[in-house]
């Protein structure tokens, strides 16, 4: 029994300066965010657990104590199994290659280049042009805070840059969430293909992908995915984010 809990003890040590390490740089080098913060506090969480393993055990024994370390099992085993939920449905692609035009989902610029998250959905999205070349590709995203450009600007050159003809491409540029990215793009489509009917796909990240097809639904465009990867040190701020993002979306269906 002491060797085990040595060993839990250590595990949250462990993973408490993980999450704390990775949430302070993400924070430092990408920027701050409600993920990176729960990151951080998640960090935090399991640093104190797991530093005072004995005296907490002692205290969450019975009554108040006991119903809250509950709850926070509980809310960690909820938020896992989201997380793990929204990676794995977003990494299984729905592309018939024979869509007509193709959506990618802005994702934030630093200075005139892309984000890195934002370089792997281009990535993706060239990928999935290169197997359908008569998709057009309408890039969305408009100017953020602190962004010297539009996202959809961005994006363009960078799509230019590796070889895509720029008649091809759609730019979207007003839109500052992900309903007005289809909203916006669907208003654009439709005067593209003169109201006519025409296929979407969604270009994103795999932990976007089940809320950014509920909200295309809700924008009045059925789509299929193809989905960017994404960075394995971003994925606790990124999916814990969603994951609150999807609750949200659930609930006020925005």
């Given at each position: 029994?002491?060797?085990?809990?040595?060993a839990?003890?250590?595990i949250?040590?462990?993973?408490?300066?993980?999450?704390?390490?990775?949430g302070?740089?993400?924070?430092?080098?990408?920027?701050?965010?409600?993920?990176t913060?729960l990151?951080i506090?998640?960090?935090?969480?399991?640093?104190?657990w797991?530093?005072?393993y004995?005296?907490?055990?002692e205290?969450?024994?019975?009554?108040?104590g006991?119903?809250?370390?509950y709850?926070?099992?509980?809310?960690?085993?909820?938020m896992?199994?989201?997380?793990v939920?929204?990676?794995?449905?977003?990494?299984?692609?729905?592309?018939?290659?024979?869509?007509?035009?193709?959506?990618?989902?802005?994702?934030?610029?630093?200075?005139?280049?892309?984000?890195?998250?934002?370089?792997?959905?281009?990535?993706?999205?060239?990928?999935?042009?290169?197997?359908?070349?008569?998709?057009?590709?309408?890039?969305?995203?408009?100017?953020?805070?602190?962004?010297?450009?539009?996202?959809?600007?961005?994006?363009?050159?960078y799509?230019?840059?590796?070889?895509?003809?720029?008649?091809?491409?759609?730019?979207?540029?007003?839109s500052a969430?992900?309903?007005e990215?289809?909203?916006?793009?669907?208003e654009?489509?439709d005067?593209?293909?003169?109201?006519?009917?025409y296929?979407v796909?969604?270009?994103?990240?795999?932990?976007?992908?089940?809320?950014?097809?509920?909200i295309?639904?809700?924008?009045?465009?059925?789509?299929?995915?193809?989905?960017?990867?994404?960075?394995?040190?971003?994925?606790?701020?990124?999916?814990m984010?969603?994951?609150?993002?999807?609750l949200?979306?659930?609930?006020?269906?925005?």
């Open positions: 029994m002491l060797k085990l809990k040595k839990v003890r250590a949250l040590l462990i993973l408490g300066a993980a999450f704390f390490i990775d302070g740089c993400m924070a430092i080098f990408s920027n701050i965010n409600l993920g913060v990151t506090l998640l960090g935090l969480l399991l640093l104190f797991g530093g005072f004995d005296e907490l055990g205290r969450t024994k019975r009554g108040a006991r119903v809250c370390k709850v926070v099992m509980g809310g960690l085993a909820v896992l199994c989201g997380c939920f929204l990676v794995a449905f977003g990494s299984i692609d729905t592309a018939d290659y024979d869509e007509d035009a193709v959506i990618v989902l802005g994702c934030g610029v630093v200075g005139d280049r892309p984000s890195a998250l934002l370089a792997l959905r281009l990535d993706a999205a060239l990928e999935y042009a290169e197997k359908n070349p008569k998709a057009v590709i309408a890039v969305s995203g408009g100017r953020g805070f602190q962004e010297d450009v539009s996202e959809a600007e961005v994006m363009t050159e799509l230019v840059e590796r070889g895509v003809d720029i008649e091809r491409i759609i730019q979207e540029d007003r969430s992900t309903s990215n289809y909203r916006f793009s669907k654009l489509l005067a593209h293909f003169g109201g006519g009917e296929r796909i969604t270009v994103t990240n795999d932990f976007h992908i089940f809320r950014a097809k509920g295309a639904r809700r924008n009045g465009l059925e789509t299929t995915t193809y989905h960017a990867p994404t960075m394995w040190y971003m994925y606790p701020s990124v999916c984010r969603e994951c609150l993002a999807a949200y979306f659930a609930v006020f269906g925005s």
